[in-house]
Structures are given as structure tokens and as C-alpha cells.
């Protein structure tokens, strides 16, 4: 069975920024041939936590992935990391996925369990919350993304797509558990 993956990313907010890593990365990806999944690449989110969850809820409803991989910038940070819990007015969700077997294999990517409160744990917050509600199957991770560069570039890339790789078969194996 051929799963469904919807990717976000966020548009630039600062001045210095000429782009956004969340966004610079899906469009190295959208331009691989990624033949293992359909992908819906959700470009550009306001970088505001209101309007972000509503366009990526909407998303959600209308395409019925199997995983949901936001994708934000973290400027400071020197690799990929992939967060595992996001809090909101003193409530705290957690992923539902094994970060610890997703990132075995993993290089270039670590886990954090700070999503950096600011619109990227927003986001991460309301898209848990939602799935949760809705009882959906559907899985969701956020993913800091550091600046790209020449240097970084292909471990990135190679992470992500290993990344994607394992998450589409593990998501699909278990679509009913809690």
C-alpha cells in the first residue's frame, strides 16, 4: 500500500533571512525522485501559530496523510532534530512515534524535547492536539531543520530521506494503535 506524506515548511521572518531552511529543504526534496510515498508539500506558512494550524488542519482534512513531518527553521542549531513532545498552556503532547529507532541509523539527526516556544511548537501542539481529538491514525513529527549549506547539504538530505523511509512503513503497520 502506497502511503500519503504531507510536508510544511514556514516562509522567511527575519530580515537577514533571504529563505527559510524548513522550506529550502522540501524543495530540494520535491525535486528527488521520491517514488515510495505521494507527497502534498504544504509551502510558505505564515510564520504564525494561528493561520499555520488552520492552513495545515485544513491540509490534513482535505489530503488524509498517513504522516504529517512539519518542518521548521532552527538557526542555531547545527543538525537536523526531530522534537518529541510540544507544550501549550501547561499541557504537553507527545509524538506517538519511536524517535529513539527512527534516529538509530541517523547521522546527522537528534532528538530534542524542546520544539523552542515560538510558532514551530505551536504548530506541533495543534496538529498533535488535533489528531488526538479526531482519533486519527495519522502520525505527525516536527523536524528543525539548521541553515543549509554546502557543507551540510547532502548529510541533510540523506537523513530526511532515510528518515521518510523508515517512518511510511512503520506508520502503516500500526495505523490503529493509541
Not at 500519503?4 to 527559510?20: A, G, Q, V
Not at 520535491?30 to 494550524?53: C, G, M, N, Q
Not at 538530505?157 to 503497520?173: G, I
Amino acid at each position: 500500500m502506497r502511503g500519503k506524506i504531507l510536508l510544511t515548511s514556514f516562509r522567511p521572518w527575519l530580515e537577514h533571512h533571504t529563505s527559510n531552511a524548513s522550506d529550502d529543504l522540501l524543495c530540494q526534496l520535491k525535486a528527488r525522485p521520491l517514488a515510495f510515498a505521494d507527497f502534498l508539500f504544504l509551502h510558505h506558512l505564515p510564520v504564525e501559530t494561528a493561520i499555520a494550524s488552520a492552513k495545515t488542519l485544513q491540509a490534513i482534512a482535505a489530503y488524509q496523510p498517513d504522516l504529517v513531518l512539519c518542518c521548521g527553521m532552527a538557526e542555531k542549531r547545527d543538525r537536523l532534530t526531530v522534537e518529541s513532545q510540544a507544550f501549550y498552556q501547561g499541557q504537553q503532547l507527545q509524538t506517538r512515534l519511536d524517535l529513539q529507532a527512527l534516529t538509530a541509523p541517523l547521522e546527522f539527526t537528534e532528538i530534542s524535547h524542546d520544539a523552542g516556544k515560538f510558532v514551530c511548537e505551536g504548530l506541533y501542539f495543534q496538529v498533535l492536539k488535533h489528531l488526538q481529538r479526531q482519533q486519527s491514525p495519522t502520525r505527525a513529527l516536527f523536524l528543525h531543520v539548521p541553515l543549509i549549506t554546502a557543507a551540510n547539504r547532502r548529510l541533510i538530505l540523506r537523513d530526511v530521506e532515510t528518515m521518510l523511509h523508515w517512518l511510511l512503513p512503520n506508520v502503516l503497520a500500526c495505523p490503529t494503535d493509541p
